[in-house]
């Protein structure tokens, strides 16, 4: 059994049944044409289905996974996918890190602005997520942020949060 | 006659000091951001730069667009070949033979073949594509709603059932697109769906958020997943280094020819795109070449042969992307949004309505591919360069370019928000092996095909034979009842093939 797949599996089916109910309360057909919820009906009836057949799926032998085109699959068989040398084996843990970091910082942009948040951003992903804590990843934390913001809101005339500092730099 | 006169002023839009200016700089700016490992998606170098491309004109917005597509395009093939790290599934075949050359001490060679079979190739495609577009656009002006709904349909599945490795999660995340899709308002009826009385959501999900979340910071996630070292790589110094011989340019002039046709055929079906271009052309090379044998184990055949069909895809794929508004896989999605987003509606009427942007961006195709050789090739030495750069100091960037793409659409924090739910989603299929692909390409047609699929209703008193009784739409119906059928024949086969095939050292 591949434990994942079925998981997502049922995961899918039930987002599907959910988005059912909800779209039987739109009306799915108005005035004899289709309505509002037509679509919705179908994708998410199609979306549950296709999320019990995956689980079901998983739960026989496992089968190979092959593409359909040509005799690519019988030499992606022969092949391992190489990385970098990386010093460890997967961690779902830097992930998790580096994402919390990313949505930690969104509520910061409400009050502190994009140029300060993205710098206390960069100064933990480097400093403690990756422990670089050199004169390079520094000047990297204070450049990076300014030098994005120069160039998206001051030469691009793209909006950027401002914060509640008003300090009139960088758009602090 | 006609279409050379167009031609002709569609060159002189795109030779104007501006255009052209901005056609380079996107040619450039997609090679930089092609060849970075983890970013190097044409798809999400576009999704980046959308911001700065809708500031533009319409025309020129475009024009640059196409640039920075061919630039990414042509800088994927690097990563492939030096690192055996494909940037998007259609540089997958290139890694095998690539990479095999590189470690051969040949990369540079495989580099350049890169180089001069896409460029030949896409002067094909796009050569092709000047006399083919404006006839697709004609024969489509007879498509109703029933003929287009059939068509999405197709296109749809084929980049689930013919390309990813599991159809069922392939049409999972098809759905996923199209239901996220319906959120926001009904057009036809202004009822809000699946908004949870949120004024953010009535507008809808940003396409870009949804990009930037799933292709670049999700790739992101995955990549910071292990430590990364130094890239280690042996690249040549000097730029004779990287050429082919003229015993490689004989070898491969078949397999370059059957690329650029194959690429270009493939690319024009909508829902064909790169990946199936590039699969195909590499299993055709493979069964036509003197020496099958050697595919995979470092053959120029194997490099130049996807790589010409990669490139010549693109023309093909302006062919559905302009005259019929369907886009062919997840980059040219990018450019349908951009063009729905400056308010123009690519479809059989585009090169009647907008000649204005159809001419100049076909013209710029031509100029991108001259300018990807001219300039790229002898900047590779420069380009490779760039490889070198830790990815512990990229990927904090390319987080930060994530806030300003998605904020930047609507000025709300409530995008980057989104942002963060589909970095998360993003991730998690990637880890599940579920292609975000038909994600993004459902989601970007599901509003025409609950258009067009409600229409028809319309038109029939609800009944689905209309797709049946009309005669364009039942040849649709039964070619995707073909490529259904062979899908799971070939896969059954494959499988054997798999399973018979001895494991690599």
């Known amino acids: 059994m591949r434990k994942a797949d079925f998981v997502f599996g049922i995961v899918v089916c039930l987002a599907g049944v959910g988005a059912l109910i909800l779209a039987l309360q739109m009306r799915a057909f108005a005035g004899g044409i289709p309505g509002p919820g037509f679509f919705p009906v179908l994708v998410s009836s199609g979306l549950a289905v296709l999320g019990a057949i995956l689980a079901w799926q998983s739960l026989q032998e496992t089968v190979v996974e092959v593409r359909a085109v040509g005799p690519v699959s019988a030499v992606e068989a022969r092949h391992r996918h190489l990385s970098t040398d990386d010093q460890g084996g997967p961690s779902f843990l830097r992930t998790a890190a580096v994402w919390c970091g990313y949505v930690i910082m969104v509520p910061l942009l409400y009050f502190l602005g994009f140029t300060l948040t993205m710098t206390l951003m960069m100064a933990y992903l480097l400093f403690i997520v990756e422990g670089r804590r050199t004169v390079a990843s520094a000047v990297a934390v204070i450049v990076v942020p300014a030098a994005v913001y120069s160039l998206f809101a001051d030469l691009l005339q793209i909006d950027l949060p401002s914060g509640m500092l008003h300090l009139g730099v960088l758009g602090i | ?505």
């Open chain 2, 1 to 505: 006659m006609l279409i050379l006169h167009q031609l002709y002023d569609g060159f002189a839009t795109a030779l104007s000091f501006n255009n052209f200016a901005w056609m380079i700089g996107g040619s450039i700016l997609g090679t930089l951001i092609g060849i970075l490992p983890g970013l190097g998606n044409p798809a999400a170098a576009l999704a980046i730069l959308l911001p700065l491309t809708l500031r533009l004109e319409p025309t020129t917005g475009m024009i640059m667009m196409a640039g920075i597509y061919h630039g990414a395009k042509f800088a994927g093939a690097t990563t492939a070949i030096l690192l055996n790290i494909p940037t998007e599934t259609s540089s997958i075949v290139l890694c095998y033979d690539g990479h095999a050359l590189a470690k051969k001490g040949r990369g540079g060679p495989a580099m350049g073949m890169s180089a001069i079979s896409g460029f030949i190739a896409s002067t094909v495609g796009v050569f092709a594509l000047t006399f083919a577009a404006p006839w697709a656009a004609d024969l489509a002006v007879n498509f109703g709603p029933p003929e287009f709904a059939m068509l999405m349909l197709f296109g749809l599945l084929l980049v689930v059932s013919l390309t990813g490795k599991n159809p069922v999660k392939g049409l999972i995340s098809m759905m996923l697109g199209l239901l996220l899709a319906t959120v926001g308002i009904d057009i036809f009826t202004g009822s809000e769906r699946y908004t949870f009385g949120s004024i953010d959501l009535s507008d809808g999900i940003e396409f870009l958020v949804l990009t930037l979340g799933l292709f670049a910071v999700g790739e992101v996630l995955v990549n910071v997943e292990r430590k990364a070292g130094k890239s280690s790589f042996v690249a040549p110094k000097r730029f004779l280094d990287y050429l082919p011989t003229w015993e490689d340019l004989r070898q491969t002039r078949l397999a370059i020819a059957i690329g650029s046709v194959l690429g270009f055929v493939i690319g024009a079906i909508p829902g064909g795109g790169s990946t199936l271009a590039s699969f195909v052309s590499y299993a055709v090379v493979k069964n036509t070449s003197k020496h099958p044998e050697a595919f995979g184990s470092g053959t120029m055949e194997g490099v130049a042969g996807p790589e010409a069909a990669n490139n010549s895809e693109a023309g093909g794929a302006m062919i559905p992307l302009l005259s019929l508004g369907i886009p062919g896989n997840a980059s040219t999605s990018v450019m349908l949004a951009a063009l729905m987003l400056y308010g123009v509606q690519p479809g059989p009427l585009l090169f009647s309505t907008h000649p204005e942007i159809a001419w100049p961006v076909i013209a710029s195709l031509y100029l991108g591919t001259l300018a990807l050789l001219v300039l790229n090739l002898p900047l590779i030495p420069m380009w490779v360069q760039i490889l070198r750069i830790p990815y512990w100091l990229l990927y904090p960037v390319i987080l930060i370019l994530g806030v300003v793409g998605a904020y930047s659409v609507r000025g709300s924090i409530f995008d980057v928000w989104m942002l963060m739910a589909f970095s998360a989603l993003g991730y998690t299929l990637r880890k599940l092996s579920v292609p975000a692909a038909p994600m993004l390409m459902a989601f970007v047609l599901g509003p025409q095909a609950e258009s067009a699929v409600r229409q028809s209703l319309m038109l029939s008193d609800n009944s689905p034979m209309i797709f049946l009784e009309r005669p364009i739409a039942l040849g649709i119906v039964v070619l995707i009842v073909v490529m259904v059928a062979t899908s799971i024949i070939s896969r059954r086969r494959q499988r054997h093939a798999v399973a018979a095939a001895p494991a690599a050292n």
